[in-house]
Every structure is written in C-alpha cells, then in structure tokens.
C-alpha cells in the first residue's frame, strides 16, 4: 500500500478518536440547541473539507505518471484548511486530556485517602473542568488562526535576515561582500508567480555580490520550475549565481515508468539550472576572483542521513582547495556535523536548508522554537563550532503544508570581512 495512504489513514483515525473525545466534553460544558447546532455546522464542515482535500490529493499524487498539475491559490487553501483542522482538533484533544488527566489524579488521590480513612470527601472539580475546557477551546483558536494567515499571506511572507561575520583567512579585497542564499524553492508548490516575483525583487534590491541557492528546486519533476523560469532568470549577482542539489531534485518521492524516465528528469533538473543562469557545482569547487585575489565556493551533491540520498562526494568536492577562505554548499545540515567537522580541510563556512524549519514554530527575539529541533538539532539560523560556521536558511518557498505560520520564507544576506 502506497505510504501516503498508509499515513492518510493513521492521520484520519486519530482525527476522528479526536473528533468524538471533543464532542463528547462539549455536549457537558455548552448546553442549549442554539450552540449545539452551531458546533454541528463547524463539524459537518470540517468533513466536507476533508474529502475535498483527499480528492484533491489523490489526484494531485495518486497516479504520478500522469503529471502533476501546477497548483492553485484555490486548491492550496482547501489543503492548507486541512491541516488547520487536523492540528487545531488535536490541541484542544491534548488540551482535554490534560484536564482530564488532571482530575483521574484529584480522584485517585481520594480514593488513597479514603482507604485511611479520611472523611475529607470527594472533591468536586466539575466547574472548574467545565472552566477549563471553555478555555481550552478559545486557545485552540490560536493555532487555528495561525494557520489560516499561513496558508493565505505567511508562505509568501519574504524575510531578510542579515548576519556580518569575520575570517582571518578572508582576503581584505573582499571586506564587505555580499552574499546571498536562497534554498528549497520547491517551484512545484508555488501557486503565484507574483508573489514569488516580489522575492526575487527583494534579492536584488540587496544588491548581491554573489547569490547561492542550496538545493530543492523542485518537489519531484524537473517540468515544476517551467512556469517559473522567466522569473529566476531575473536573479543578479556581480559575481554569478551558483548552486547545488537538495533530496528532492533526485525525482525519489514519485513513481517513473523507467529508470531511464527517472535519469532523464534529472538531467532535465540540470538543465533547468543553466536555463536560469544558475552555474551549479556538482562534487567541484571554483574560485571566486576579485583582483589578484580570490577565495574558494565548493558545492556538493546530496548528503544526509539515511533514508536521504548521500550523493555528495566532500573529497571530490574539495579536491585543489587551498588555504584561502572556503564556503561549502551543502544542502542538508547533517552533513556538517557527520563529515564537514571532522574533515582535514578547513571549510571556513557552511551553507544549508533542508529543515524549512518545519515551517511551523515560534521565532521571537532571543526565543526560537519548532518541532523540527527533535530532528535536527541544528535548524535554523547561526551555529558555531571553534571557528567553523554553519548557517541553515528557512527556505524560499514550501511543500506538503501550503503555508508557513510562525517561521516565515527567508532570504540571507551573509556579510564577510576579513578579521
């Protein structure tokens, strides 16, 4: 059975337990016909979004080797709507549980009181239960809410982060330079070639000196980055546009009618690259030139833990590498800890995206915080280790949630100087 289907169902049972636990308790604490008929409306459209959205992806996945169609603002929502739902349900549950859980300890503890003889009686928490759950349900608002902006304006909330960082091995010539990394564009998830226009016009209004994208250009096919090619031809970098493969490039999360199908898409993938002006570095490193000077861009293939491809060859990639300050590109972050560290050549500073910082969490300043930590423990943002640097971008754009809520698409511009 196709995996998809398989976890599907696992997803749509738990809803369902859910779903009656939270009837259940609501039947105690909202009395009358009038909130009653209310809550049915919000459940029996709930399920009519649900049907919609395994029609909608069973067709958009169900038989691969027709196609995918390109996405809709449209079909996005109802998808997104789904996720809302589901994970909405699932709070106020845990939420329930908790109350629940909550007065199975006040009971049980009377009933070990009892047995010496206690005469205090039972404690009634019933109207502070009823308290909590009211409670409960407005917060379970919250997340809905969230979700509801992340599928219809985060996704495409464009945000720039700058960090300055020094090398001692940096040549003075390229004090101040600018450079900027996009990653995991996933173009077979975009349903707006305006809004994805407005973020290619923020990364040149940066005026970059050099632009790198770290990997995952498509979901599955290379024929997803079509519509939008006319648009990332518009990138502009003094110093050229380079870039590397992530997992998704590979074609492995669709079925192909051949191997020679599957080779064949991704040589197209390669070619998309050149289409837009994107140099990319398969296992190889070039020279970036200013003057006399000059510092060294390595890219690598795919490198994760498993079940990722490990196509990435860190040997190969770094082989002529001098002493000069060296950038690697690296689309998954595993990698710099699994090999990048422990490797006899210094790379000065590591690029990587991957995680899309799950594209749900909570980034305040000082506080940063998403389910995908438990994963990958380095996820987002800066990360040190003696005088190696690694920075892990949020990702340009999204896939299987059509949105982001709390860690919005990031474009980084990285300042260099020479320590």
Known sequence: MNSRIIILSIVLLIYFISEVYIIANLKQVIPGAKYSSIYWGIYA???????????????????????????????NFWIGMMFALIVTKLIFTIILLLVDGSRFIFWLGDQVASLFGSDKGTISLEGRRNFLIKVGLGLAAIPFASFLYGITKGKYQYTVRKTALKFPNLPKVFDGYKVVQISDIHSGSFDSKEQVLKGVQMINDLNPDLILFTGDLVNDRASEIEPFLDVFKQL??????????????????????????KKENFRQLIERHGDMGFKILMNENVKIRKGEDHFNLVG????????????????RALHGVD????????????????????????????????????????????????PVKFKYPRWAGLYQEKDKYL?????????????????????????????
């Open 391 to 419: 920075y892990v971008n949020r990702g340009f754009g999204f896939i299987g949630l059509p949105g982001r809520v709390g860690i919005w698409p990031e474009i980084t511009l990285l300042e260099l100087y020479s320590a």
């Open 45 to 75: 459209f709930s399920i009519v979004l649900l049907i919609f959205s395994i029609i909608y992806t069973y067709n958009h996945y169900g038989n691969a080797n027709v196609g995918i169609s390109i996405p809709t603002p449209t079909s």
């Open 323 to 370: 002493e000069k300050f060296t950038l690697l590109m690296s689309h998954d972050p595993s990698h710099w800890d699994a090999e990048v560290l422990k490797h006899n050549n210094q790379v000065d500073l590591t690029l990587s995206g991957h995680t899309h910082g799950m594209q749900f969490g909570i980034e305040i300043p000082g506080f940063k915080w998403s």
């Open 236 to 261: 502009k970098a003094k110093d050229g546009i380079f870039s590397i493969t992530g997992n998704h490039d590979y074609g492995d999360y669709t079925a192909w009618p051949s191997s020679d199908a």
């Open 300 to 315: 690598i293939e795919n490198w994760g833990l498993p079940p990722f491809p490990q196509k990435g060859d860190l040997n």
